[in-house]
């Protein structure tokens, strides 16, 4: 359950890993060579170091500044009109783009963990499957409401995930279109969050509700217990028989929850308990600020010593299954 490695993330290990292992392609293909070098990152150098407004004129530059520094955390930030530099800090430049990214953290779920797994540090298979939920969730919304076509998924190294969205058009869009799709996704207030109050699905959209009523409310039957079924006044013959049916059912549509939840349940206490339960909890700060500096895929995550990869299978994908730096490095 604990993800903390107990063996160090040394500077010397994360010299030889960006001198050696690195593979910068995954960034490259990620935000393309367009605006490269006008790019701002920022790293984590130890010693409670943080520097940012750096560029590079090329990847390889990049590489070579990783490998020398072996910096603990690895950040990238937005494109601006020059490159960013200490005496040309962000504040004095003109933004020009950066890809919408949207950022998915296990411990805002805390309040509905149910496997007593809390904080950052903390997840098994049960709490990861919000994660799951919220992955699929996302990427179906981003591409069918919004038209997105070109999405890519990384783990952030420790307990969440981001989602990089690569549409040429989505680069430029501000912090206000930025935050009109956010509050069109985010149904739970993010700082009522240790007490959630479910706002409501807004009428005019249609599609976020079928896909509540669909894959959400599948996997809140999936995951509620007895008792909490039992408060909502589905008896134990009901509850036994829409567990089986979900796990049968994989395409679980409005038209099946129509089907298995008797009349006798109260509609607003089922749906306020299925979205509080289940409903993605999305930063809404990260996607929003467009200057924030976001991490580089690939990286090494200082604390757990795990590679950020690529997300390929949203569902299936557990932390587990990103390497770490000592796979590469024997420490
Ligand atoms: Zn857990």
Redesign the pocket.
């Known amino acids: 359950m604990i993800v903390q490695e107990d063996r160090n993330v040394t500077k010397e290990l994360l010299k030889r890993y960006y001198s050696n292992h690195f593979e910068i392609e995954p960034l490259v293909n990620l935000i393309g060579l367009s605006g490269f070098s006008t790019r701002e990152f920022g790293f984590d150098l130890g010693n409670n170091i943080f520097i940012r407004n750096l560029s590079f004129k090329t990847p390889t530059e990049l590489v070579k500044f990783l490998g020398e520094k072996g910096v603990f955390q690895a950040y990238i930030g937005a494109v601006y009109d020059r490159g960013p530099s200490k005496e040309n800090p962000i504040q004095k430049l003109n933004w020009i783009f950066r890809e919408v990214v949207f950022d998915i953290d296990l411990d805002d779920f805390d309040s509905v963990?149910k496997?007593g797994?809390r904080g950052a540090d903390?997840?098994?298979k049960?709490?990861w499957s919000l994660i799951q939920d919220a992955m699929v969730f996302l990427d179906e919304t981003l591409r069918l409401d919004f038209g997105f076509k070109e999405l890519k998924w990384f783990f952030s190294g420790r307990r969440g995930v981001h989602c990089w969205i690569k549409d040429e058009f989505s680069k430029f869009l501000d912090q206000d279109q930025r935050a009109a799709i956010i509050d069109y996704l985010n149904l739970l207030p993010h700082d009522e969050r240790l007490s959630p109050q479910f706002v409501e699905i807004p009428r005019f959209a249609k599609s976020l509700r079928d896909r509540i009523f669909s894959w959400i409310s599948r996997s809140y039957f999936i995951h509620s217990t007895v008792d909490e079924l039992k408060k909502l006044k589905f008896s134990q013959k009901d509850i036994e028989n829409i567990k089986s049916y979900v796990l049968e059912k994989k395409d679980f549509k409005i038209e099946d929850y129509l089907q298995v939840v008797p009349d006798k349940i109260n509609p607003t206490h089922l749906v306020n308990a299925i979205v509080v339960s289940r409903y993605p909890r999305i930063d809404r700060k990260v996607t929003i600020d467009t200057r924030r500096l976001l991490r580089i895929p690939r990286s090494i995550h200082r604390i757990t010593g795990k590679v950020c990869v690529e997300i390929k299978e949203l569902d299936n994908f557990y932390p587990d299954d990103a390497p770490s730096i000592f796979d590469f490095c024997a420490s």
């Open positions: 963990r496997c797994c903390q997840f098994c049960e709490c």
